[in-house]
């Protein structure tokens, strides 16, 4: 039976040409074991004394009411093709972070109504730049009193030196802090009148 030897780092190893492709699998593993340090999700939990339901409505029919909330982190969001909360629909954001201006051009991935779920997908902006992919996906979960919403951020790297981004965590859990005193001031105002 034929034989051949696999030299690494000063260790031999025999191997037989049944397993031929053997030098070609162990390429693939590197490769995807470098690939897989590359990609990464973030998730964060955000506890508001405002309804799921509430919250989930802003981000789906009315993310360009965020910027009036949240003035100091998002400066815009403008419907560029399709309707709000619409699967498919474009949406520019125009945001401040990490000290810079920032946009985002993302497409509406999948909206489960039923569980006050939202997927965005980043297709063009400042994140291409450092990720290959990126998507944020909103699930407001109801609780007795407020909610919970659910934060996570899924992403792929360019390359290796590209940090995660924790900072962007930061960001989405202030924005949702700021949308809480909003929507719990609508809600006051509601009851007033």
């Known amino acids: ?16 040409f049944l397993g031929k492709d ?6 693939k593993r590197k490769k995807e074991k470098m690939a897989s ?22 981000f789906k ?13 998002i400066q815009g969001c403008d419907l560029h093709e399709g309707e709000w909360g619409k699967v ?15 946009i985002a051009k993302e497409v509406v ?14 297709i063009e902006g400042d994140l291409m730049e450092h990720y290959k992919t990126f998507k944020l996906t909103v699930h407001c979960l109801p609780k007795e009193k407020g909610s919970v919403v659910h934060w996570t951020i899924e992403y792929e790297k360019l390359h290796n030196e590209i940090i ?10 202030a ?4 949308l809480e005193t909003h929507l719990l001031e609508e809600d006051e105002t509601t009851q007033a009148n």
């Open 37 to 58: 340090a590359l990609v990464g999700k973030l998730e964060t939990d955000v506890e508001i004394k405002a309804s799921a339901q509430k919250f989930h409505t802003i």
């Open 61 to 73: 029919h009315r993310p360009h009411h965020i910027s009036n909330v949240s003035a100091d982190k």
């Open 1 to 16: 039976m034929d034989k051949a030897i696999l030299c690494k780092q000063n260790t031999c190893f025999f191997f037989d």
């Open 164 to 173: 995660d981004p924790h900072t962007l965590v930061e960001f989405v859990v």
């Open 175 to 178: 924005v949702s802090k700021d």
């Open 109 to 122: 991935e999948a909206v489960d109504e039923e569980n006050n779920l939202i997927t965005f997908r980043v």
């Open 88 to 102: 498919g629909s474009v949406i520019i954001w125009k945001y401040f972070h990490d000290g810079k201006d920032r």
């Open 22 to 27: 053997f030098l070609q699998r162990e390429k």
